[in-house]
C-alpha cells in the first residue's frame, strides 16, 4: 500500500506579499520586492497562476485547484511557493477568505 504525504502548506492561507509586483512576461512573469530588492522569475504562467490566486482563494490547494493545477503536481507546486516565501515574495495570510 502506497501512503501520499500531504504538504501542510496545501492547507494554509498565503497571499503575494504587499511589496511585490508582478510584470508579465512571454515565459511567465517578473516578481519584484520593492523592499529586499529581489527579482524572481517565475517561467511558468500556471505558477504565475496559483500566485495571482492565492490571496482569493481559502488556502493554497484552493489556489492551485483554480488554477488548473493537477493534484499530482500539488507537491512540486508547494515546493515553488516555499522557494517563493523564503524570500517574501508570498507570506501567510493571517484571515481565510
Same mark, same amino acid.
Given at each position: 500500500? +502506497?501512503?501520499?504525504?500531504?504538504?501542510?502548506?496545501?492547507?494554509?492561507?498565503?497571499?503575494?506579499?504587499?511589496?511585490?509586483?508582478?510584470?508579465?512576461?512571454?515565459?511567465?512573469?517578473?516578481?519584484?520586492?520593492?523592499?529586499?530588492?529581489?527579482?524572481?522569475?517565475?517561467?511558468?504562467?500556471?505558477?504565475?497562476?496559483?500566485? +495571482?490566486?492565492?490571496?482569493?482563494?481559502?488556502?493554497?490547494?484552493?489556489?492551485?485547484?483554480?488554477?488548473?493545477?493537477?493534484?499530482?503536481?500539488?507537491?512540486?507546486?508547494?515546493?515553488?511557493?516555499?522557494?517563493?516565501?523564503?524570500?517574501?515574495?508570498?507570506?501567510?495570510?493571517?484571515?481565510?477568505?
Amino acid at each position: 500500500m +502506497r501512503r501520499v504525504l500531504m504538504d501542510p502548506l496545501l492547507g494554509e492561507p498565503w497571499t503575494l506579499s504587499p511589496s511585490v509586483a508582478l510584470r508579465p512576461e512571454r515565459f511567465g512573469a517578473l516578481a519584484y520586492h520593492f523592499g529586499n530588492r529581489k527579482l524572481t522569475f517565475l517561467k511558468r504562467p500556471e505558477l504565475v497562476a496559483v500566485v +495571482r490566486a492565492l490571496g482569493d482563494q481559502p488556502d493554497v490547494r484552493s489556489a492551485l485547484d483554480a488554477a488548473g493545477v493537477p493534484a499530482s503536481q500539488h507537491a512540486a507546486y508547494a515546493a515553488a511557493l516555499r522557494g517563493l516565501a523564503a524570500s517574501d515574495m508570498i507570506r501567510p495570510r493571517k484571515e481565510s477568505v
